[in-house]
C-alpha cells in the first residue's frame, strides 16, 4: 500500500490555518513591541499639588530636558505616591523628581538600579523643612498641646507632610495615639485648607507651601529642622551614557530654557549634586518610628 495521498485542500486550508496563527501571534505581541520601542521618556512627579500647578513647575524642565537629552519627555504625575514608587522601581518610568521616602523604597525595591542625577535646591542649600501649622486664632501655642485635638497629614508616605511632623511630634512626647483623630488627604494644599476651613486643628506640611497660607489665617507652630532634599533620579530604562550630560544641564544651565525651568520651580530654586548619605538622616527617621501605634 502506497503512501497516503496528498489532499490539495486539506494543504491549502492548513497553511491559511498557520499564516492566521501567525498573525494574531504577532498582533499579541504589538503592545509589547509598541512599548519597548516608544520613542521618549515619561518624567515622574509625585502628586504633592495640583495637577495644574505642577504642570505648571515641571514642565519647563521637561522641556529643558528634552533640549539637553535629543530625546522627548513626556511629563506624567502620578495618580498615587505610591504609583510613582512603583513605577520607578520597575523602570515604567525614565526620571522622576522624588521625595525622600519614597526614593528610599523606590532603590530598595529596583535592587539599586536608581540613578541620582541632582539634588534640588532652594538658596543654594539642598534641604527644605517641614511645618506644623494652626490657624492664627487657635489657642494651641506648643506641640504638646496637640493632644486630644485633630490634625491632617498629607500622604501616609510623604516625609514632610506626614513622616516628619509624627517625628516632631513624637519628639514632643505626643503619639498618634494621643491625638483626638488624624486623617491623611491626598496633597499639602489640602492639608493647609482643612486646617483654615476648621476641619482640623492643626497640620502637617511642607514649610514653603504652608508659608503659602500664612496671610490666609495660617500660624507655624514648629518646623523642622533642614531635611534631605528632593532629587531627580533616572531609572533603569535610561541608559546611564546620559548621567553626566543630564547632571551637568542640572548644576549649570546655561540657555535661556534652563533659566525657564529653574524660575518654574519656584523663589532660589537651583540644583546640587546629589549623593546617597543626603538620605541617611531620612533612614533614621523612618526607623525611629514605630510601623503602628
Same mark, same amino acid.
Given at each position: 500500500?502506497?503512501?497516503?495521498?496528498?489532499?490539495?485542500?486539506?494543504?491549502?486550508?492548513?497553511?491559511?490555518?498557520?499564516?492566521?496563527?501567525?498573525?494574531?501571534?504577532?498582533?499579541?505581541?504589538?503592545?509589547?513591541?509598541?512599548?519597548?520601542?516608544?520613542?521618549?521618556?515619561?518624567?515622574?512627579?509625585?502628586?504633592?499639588?495640583?495637577?495644574?500647578?505642577?504642570?505648571?513647575?515641571?514642565?519647563?524642565?521637561?522641556?529643558?530636558?528634552?533640549?539637553?537629552?535629543?530625546?522627548?519627555?513626556?511629563?506624567?504625575?502620578?495618580?498615587?505616591?505610591?504609583?510613582?514608587?512603583?513605577?520607578?522601581?520597575?523602570?515604567?518610568?525614565?526620571?522622576?523628581?522624588?521625595?525622600?521616602?519614597?526614593?528610599?523604597?523606590?532603590?530598595?525595591?529596583?535592587?539599586?538600579?536608581?540613578?541620582?542625577?541632582?539634588?534640588?535646591?532652594?538658596?543654594?542649600?539642598?534641604?527644605?523643612?517641614?511645618?506644623?501649622?494652626?490657624?492664627?486664632?487657635?489657642?494651641?501655642?506648643? #506641640?504638646?498641646?496637640?493632644?486630644?485635638?485633630?490634625?491632617?497629614?498629607?500622604?501616609?508616605?510623604?516625609?514632610?507632610?506626614?513622616?516628619?511632623?509624627?517625628?516632631?511630634?513624637?519628639?514632643?512626647?505626643?503619639?498618634?495615639?494621643? #491625638?483626638?483623630?488624624?486623617?491623611?488627604?491626598?496633597?499639602?494644599?489640602?492639608?493647609?485648607?482643612?486646617?483654615?476651613?476648621?476641619?482640623?486643628?492643626?497640620?502637617?506640611?511642607?514649610?514653603?507651601?504652608?508659608?503659602?497660607?500664612?496671610?490666609?489665617?495660617?500660624?507655624?507652630?514648629?518646623?523642622?529642622?533642614?531635611?534631605?532634599?528632593?532629587?531627580?533620579?533616572?531609572?533603569?530604562?535610561?541608559?546611564?551614557?546620559?548621567?553626566?550630560?543630564?547632571?551637568?544641564?542640572?548644576?549649570?544651565?546655561?540657555?535661556?530654557?534652563?533659566?525657564?525651568?529653574?524660575?518654574?520651580?519656584?523663589?532660589?530654586?537651583?540644583?546640587?549634586?546629589?549623593?546617597?548619605?543626603?538620605?541617611?538622616?531620612?533612614?533614621?527617621?523612618?526607623?525611629?518610628?514605630?510601623?503602628?501605634?
Amino acid at each position: 500500500m502506497g503512501p497516503p495521498a496528498f489532499d490539495m485542500a486539506d494543504a491549502s486550508n492548513a497553511s491559511s490555518n498557520d499564516r492566521r496563527r501567525s498573525l494574531l501571534l504577532a498582533l499579541a505581541g504589538l503592545p509589547l513591541l509598541a512599548a519597548a520601542q516608544r520613542p521618549g521618556w515619561i518624567f515622574s512627579v509625585h502628586p504633592f499639588d495640583t495637577p495644574r500647578r505642577l504642570f505648571a513647575r515641571f514642565r519647563p524642565l521637561c522641556d529643558y530636558l528634552q533640549e539637553v537629552s535629543g530625546v522627548p519627555i513626556e511629563l506624567q504625575v502620578a495618580s498615587t505616591y505610591e504609583q510613582q514608587i512603583s513605577d520607578v522601581a520597575q523602570g515604567r518610568v525614565h526620571l522622576s523628581y522624588i521625595g525622600p521616602t519614597p526614593y528610599l523604597r523606590a532603590r530598595a525595591r529596583s535592587g539599586g538600579a536608581l540613578r541620582l542625577i541632582a539634588a534640588e535646591a532652594i538658596d543654594g542649600v539642598a534641604a527644605y523643612r517641614s511645618a506644623i501649622v494652626v490657624r492664627t486664632d487657635s489657642p494651641v501655642q506648643s #506641640l504638646e498641646q496637640l493632644r486630644g485635638r485633630s490634625m491632617a497629614f498629607g500622604n501616609a508616605i510623604s516625609f514632610s507632610s506626614f513622616v516628619v511632623p509624627r517625628y516632631m511630634l513624637a519628639n514632643a512626647g505626643v503619639t498618634l495615639r494621643d #491625638l483626638g483623630y488624624f486623617r491623611h488627604l491626598n496633597r499639602h494644599e489640602q492639608v493647609a485648607l482643612a486646617v483654615l476651613h476648621r476641619d482640623f486643628d492643626a497640620g502637617g506640611l511642607r514649610l514653603e507651601l504652608a508659608n503659602e497660607y500664612l496671610a490666609r489665617g495660617l500660624r507655624v507652630l514648629a518646623q523642622s529642622e533642614p531635611l534631605p532634599p528632593h532629587v531627580i533620579v533616572a531609572t533603569s530604562a535610561v541608559a546611564s551614557s546620559f548621567d553626566a550630560a543630564l547632571t551637568a544641564a542640572l548644576l549649570a544651565p546655561e540657555t535661556e530654557s534652563g533659566r525657564r525651568a529653574l524660575a518654574a520651580l519656584g523663589r532660589g530654586a537651583s540644583f546640587l549634586p546629589a549623593f546617597e548619605s543626603m538620605f541617611d538622616y531620612a533612614q533614621r527617621v523612618v526607623k525611629a518610628l514605630p510601623e503602628t501605634e
